[in-house]
């Protein structure tokens, strides 16, 4: 929700093209929206890593690295700042679901859309569920 000024505006930054506006207007839980935050961060460190890694094939380990490194860091701030405190592990576990239907989306989406960007959702699956933290590239 955003305020012009003189009025709020609510605007749906996940946005979710494939979903009906009809399932995207209804209340969901905060760990959906949190979910949604942290996929970002993490999407755009890919996107970089992956535009820079195209140029220079040599780099794409330091650049996995400082991609993680910059969403770790990112997460954890935004993370920390949002609940005040360190996160329950049913919470944890919630968020990780969040995380997980997330990234399962983009995959079915950029299969759909951008299918070279595949690697970059099926990447997140993988890190989520415990799998090889291979390069999104």
């Not at 605007?11 to 935050?37: C, N, Q, T, Y």
């Not at 820079?52 to 690295?65: H, K, V």
């Not at 950029?110 to 590239?137: C, D, F, K, Q, Y």
């Amino acid at each position: 929700v955003l305020y012009t000024g003189r009025d709020f505006v609510i605007i749906d930054f996940e946005g979710e093209p494939a979903k009906p506006l009809s399932d995207r207007v209804h209340p969901d839980s905060v760990w959906r929206d949190v979910a949604g935050m942290l996929r970002s961060f993490d999407y755009a460190a890919r996107v970089v890593e992956r535009t820079m890694g195209a140029d220079n094939p040599a780099s794409e380990p330091q650049l996995n690295f400082r991609a993680t490194e910059w969403t770790s860091h990112n997460s954890d701030a935004f993370l920390t700042s949002y609940a005040g405190r360190d996160l329950e592990p049913d919470e944890r576990l919630l968020l990780d679901a969040y995380l997980a239907d997330k990234a399962v989306y983009e995959a079915v989406y950029e299969t759909r859309n951008r299918p070279t960007w595949v690697a970059i959702p099926l990447g997140a699956i993988a890190r989520v569920t415990g799998g090889a933290t291979s390069s999104a590239s």
